[in-house]
Nanobody, 118 residues
């Protein structure tokens, strides 16, 4: 069974860069036709897709966040990463990393709570 674990800084100051790591176990992030996603949920709001890295390394971003977002991976560590630049309090959310097999999100991390505040 695939397991995902987010890790990150917790509080982030406005205008700084939010960096999160998702460590994957039980499956390879290079598996073909498997997609690894970052999804967030701000307080009191719906889940919001942030971006994706595919098993082949292609990346896809939410249009509303694309200019500030980078997703990368380290295949030797079986980890993928999120960087969100120039954060504001509106970026405060629980950030989840997830696995998608084309049919749906079938594995989720426990979530990393990130607060943007000075």
């Amino acid at each position: 069974q695939v397991q995902l674990q987010e890790s990150g800084p917790g509080p982030v100051a406005p205008s700084q860069t939010l960096s999160l790591t998702c460590a994957v176990s039980g499956g390879s992030i290079t598996t073909d036709r498997i997609y690894w996603n970052w999804i967030r949920q701000p307080p009191g709001k719906r889940l919001e897709w942030v971006g994706t890295v595919s098993g082949s390394g292609d990346t896809y971003y939410s249009p509303s966040l694309k200019s500030r977002t980078s997703i990368s991976r380290d295949t030797s560590k079986n980890q993928f990463f999120l960087q969100l630049r120039f954060v504001t309090p509106e970026d405060t959310a629980v950030y989840y990393c997830t696995r998608e097999d084309g049919l749906g999100f079938d594995s989720w991390g426990q979530g990393a709570r990130v607060t943007v505040a000075s």
